[in-house]
């Protein structure tokens, strides 16, 4: 499912227009965004928690020549599933 089917399923499911889905789903990627790139934790409960993690620097090799090159420190972006979604996902 792309952003597109997203909005047309929900707005099918609220009755509200697709204008309208589409402007409160980008609200509410955005705002994830902007509080996961702040450091914070997303909770949505039953459904997963949003949050960075981070990767050390290491030494690793250019696939095409061999040669080691040193791979930076970097921050990254987590999703932690829930209970009730990894239950709806295995069928339980």
Known sequence: ?????L???VAETTGDSKT???AAIDAVLATVTRAVTNGEV?????FGSFSTGTRAA???RNPST???????AARTAK?????????AVNGA
């Not at 997303?42 to 039953?46: C, D, K, M, N």
């Not at 061999?66 to 930076?72: F, L, R, S, T, Y």
Request: glycine share 14%; aromatic share 6%.
């Open 66 to 72: 061999g040669a080691e090159i040193q791979i930076p």
């Open 79 to 87: 999703f932690t599933a829930g209970k009730a979604f990894k239950d």
């Open 42 to 46: 997303v909770q949505l409960i039953g």
């Open 20 to 22: 309208a889905t589409g």
């Open 58 to 60: 290491r030494v690793g």
């Open 1 to 5: 499912m792309n952003k597109q089917e």
């Open 7 to 9: 909005i047309d399923a």
